[in-house]
């Protein structure tokens, strides 16, 4: 069955850097999506992605975030100078369809550590 | 603004019981509602999508309803086995592309 991945498992960087998580969503699905589960709490929607272009995002998704698509597979999140309250699991997710009934499927997570 | 709740927070049942959990939210115009599983530092497994226009869907042991009125939705569980033991997460859906999400309910099945 066809799954989304996301690498690496885990991430430790220091505070100040540039950090970079990978996906690879389902291979027929159009919409891309991040979020983040900070530990102990509600996973929270980040931004969703369609068409090469950034179609919703949240209020957490600043300055400091930006997402690309590269290539025809890959999906990447990039957080420019982590703070230590950006220590999250950050989940991928993919659909094949905005209208349509179906299900997000989510990636197994990136947990970054920002020390 | 969409806020959703999920109780009880956590569970802890014999194995072979039924259970129920519950999921509220606030605005009734949701486009879907998706239950999910979390297993402890894991992802999140989907189990079961109901869209506003149904008002229930089935899978196996599981049985999730729908109340869009009332704003409400429910997960059952049949004859529950230590396997079970997770984090369920309800989600909705609006007229935009993000889930919101609840804060789950911890469930444990003991043998």
């Known amino acids: 069955e066809p799954e989304v991945t996301q690498t690496p498992s885990h991430q430790v960087t220091q505070m100040g850097q540039e950090v970079i998580l990978r996906c690879v969503p389902i291979s027929n699905h159009l919409y891309f999506y991040w979020y983040r589960q900070i530990l102990g709490q509600k996973v929270e929607f980040l931004v969703s992605f369609y068409n090469n272009e950034i179609s919703e995002k949240s209020e957490i998704f600043d300055d400091q975030f930006s997402v690309e698509r590269p290539d025809g597979s890959n999906f990447t999140l990039k957080i420019r100078s982590t703070k230590l309250e950006d220590s999250a699991m950050y989940f991928c997710?993919?659909?094949?369809?905005?209208?349509?009934?179906?299900?997000?499927?989510f990636g197994p997570g990136t947990r970054l550590t920002v020390t | 603004k969409q806020e959703v709740t999920q109780i009880p927070a956590a569970l802890s049942v014999p194995e072979g019981e039924n259970l129920v959990l519950n999921c509220s939210f606030t605005d009734s115009a949701i486009y879907n509602l998706q239950w999910f599983r979390q297993d402890p530092g894991k992802g999140l497994t989907s189990l079961l999508l109901i869209q506003s226009s149904q008002r229930e869907q089935t899978s196996g042991r599981l049985n999730a309803s729908l109340d869009k009125s009332s704003g409400r939705s429910t997960l059952y569980i049949a004859a529950s086995q230590p396997g079970d033991s997770a984090t369920y997460l309800c989600a909705v859906r609006s007229n935009t592309d993000k889930l919101i999400f609840g804060t789950g309910t911890r469930l444990q099945v003991f043998p």
């Open positions: 997710a993919s659909s094949e369809a905005l209208n349509s009934p179906l299900e997000q499927y």
